[in-house]
């Protein structure tokens, strides 16, 4: 506890090209490309998938598949495989990012199928019905409404690709990883304790801003409570109504 | 006006929905198609917006085949109500309403005052537009979908089952008020339900089909209710047809009694004296509503709304056979209280004279 306050605490470590502050940058610019890329790939795909619903089979066995997929062996294949040929840092960071991406795909994809395929077929047989042609519907029905589970698939993508963006530091890149393994390579345990400490921090930060975005984005009316509280003081006599509701 | 001519959907798989199916529904009315479950009512009133295509057969409005039409224009045009309600859940109640005039491209702010408009009309206090569909009752959604399918004022409803998610309660006045809204708006409604009594109720013309979408009748209900086509549509209409056949018939000048009434809260006294050896005496209100009968005999102090007898039904008149002979066999004193548009007292008739009026009816009328 002790060599972990010690470290956090020292000015040192917070100063410089190797501090706490660039690490976090680093770290959150990985995070935030490979999110972009995985959302730019997943949310499509499974908006497509959800909407037509062909290649249902193809969301699950890919994503049970990439789950299985271990992490850090693909890095190291990508480095082999993709390495050679680029140079520099790029030679690193783009598998890096690869394996990233193939970590936060599933989940965002399978929120976004999910969404989408979960929609009441009441609601979207309705939008059909008063004319909205098949883009319309998406857009307007069939989207808005799968917003919170696209919202826990980029949220758990989010999770996931922050906590696991500290491999790059294991093929030399920057980032929090570095912490840990410069920590490990020094029998550092403060510095070590300290990364995890942070990745762990950063990666509830990340959550939280979701969690505000999503509160934004999502309508009200989506969300599971019946009535919000300030609609129940307002209506007194709503217990009409929910008794009548209740016989449905 | 819209006419199937000779229409059959044969579903991928066999199954043949609707089999050559023929009718016109009239313009300003409402035309009910009614049978058991899987007899092809749903997939008829698809047919018409081609939310299903026909296998064969040609589906008009006002004259117009609606094969060569945009199917989304075409539906833009039509209003269409589904069973399960289907509102938006992530939309307001009004932006659920504004939706179709929305789609057809008018501006933001008068989408919104229509369906304020609407909100009223099918009797939504305007304060519940800016809540969410997961914040309404069952009956309060349903109405939901009907202003909804309104808000573009076209000139065709599709309904589908639209009241039939609710309790009898609810549903017995949703049917209500959208007679007293059709009454207005006189609209070309094709009106889908498997509840026979809703059907007879609702429908200008019924159309009864069997499984396999064949129509077997066609009529209005008191003529169905009268003169059934075969042991099928009799069956399906169910028992007491003679009775309820008598809810159209108009009651024509029936015998009326002047009835001594009392006021409510009068000493009960006056009730035994007003009653005059009668063992009961109608009470009304200072408009001389009818409010229930008395039985002064076993009463003290002054009469009360609590000593009222309820189970009378009442009349009015110029009303249906059928409700003023209820309204004489359902009173505790044999005397069926009959009123005026305004519900204020007019009289009271006895069923012997209700069922003489039957009686000289001519015979063989469909009631
Ligand atoms: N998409 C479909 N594919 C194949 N068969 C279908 C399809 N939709 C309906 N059917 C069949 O067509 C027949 C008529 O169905 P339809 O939905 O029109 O009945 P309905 O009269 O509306 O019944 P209900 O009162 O139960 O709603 C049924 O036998 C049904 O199983
Ligand atoms: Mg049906």
Known sequence: MNLLWDWL????????????????????????????????????????IGHTGRGRVLVVNLVNGMRS?????????????????????IAFLVPSIFVLVVLAVPPILAGAYAGVEGVDPGARDAARGMGMRPAEVLVRVEVPCAMPLIFSGLRSAALQVVATATLAASVSLG???????????????????????????????????????????????????????RDRRRQPTGVLDAAVAHQT | MISFTDVTKVYPGGTTAVGGLSLVAPTGKITVLVGPSGCGKTTSLRMINRMIEPTSGTIEIDGRDTATLDPNELRRGIGYVIQSGGL???????????????????SRTRSRQVAAELLERVGLAPELGKRYPNQLSGGQQQRVGVARALAADPPVMLMDEPFSAVDPVVREQLQDEFLRLQAELGKTIVFVTHDIDEAIKLGDQVAVLRVGGVLVQLASPAKLLADPHDDFVADFLGRDRGY????????????????????????????????????????????????????????????????????????????????????????????????????????????????????????????
């Open chain 1, 9 to 48: 605490s020292d000015p040192a470590n917070w100063d410089g090209p190797y501090g706490i502050p660039v690490r976090v940058v680093e770290h959150l610019g990985y995070s935030a490309v490979t999110l972009v890329l995985a959302a730019l790939i997943g949310i499509p795909l499974g908006l497509w």
């Open chain 1, 69 to 89: 997929v271990p992490t850090l062996g693909l890095l190291f294949v990508a480095v082999l495989v993709v390495g050679p040929l680029l140079g520099g840092d």
């Open chain 1, 175 to 229: 980032g929090l990883g570095r912490f840990l393994i410069d920590g490990q390579a020094y029998r550092d345990y403060g510095q070590m304790a300290g990364g995890a400490l942070l990745v762990a921090a950063l990666a509830m930060l990340v959550d939280l801003v979701f969690a505000g975005v999503q509160r934004l984005v999502v309508s009200p009316g989506l969300s599971p409570v019946r009535a919000t509280r």
């Open chain 2, 88 to 106: 938006f859940p992530h939309r307001t109640i009004l932006d659920n309403v504004a939706t179709v005039p929305l789609l057809l491209g008018w």
């Open chain 2, 244 to 367: 309820r056949g008598l809810a159209f018939a108009a009651a024509p000048e029936l015998p009326l009694r002047d009835e001594p009434v009392v006021l409510l809260g009068s000493p009960v006294a006056d009730g035994a004296r007003i009653a005059a050896g009668d063992r009961w005496v109608l009470v009304v209100d200072e408009a001389r509503s009818p409010l229930g009968w008395a039985e002064p005999e076993v009463l003290t102090g002054v009469i009360d709304r609590h000593h009222l007898h309820r189970g009378g039904t009442v009349a009015r008149l110029g009303g249906s056979l059928r409700a003023a002979l209820d309204a004489a066999l359902s009173s505790p004193s044999r005397r069926g209280v009959l009123v005026d548009d305004d519900g204020s007292l007019v009289g009271t008739v006895r069923a012997q004279d209700v069922l003489a009026a039957i009686e000289r009816r001519p015979e063989g009328a469909p009631a």
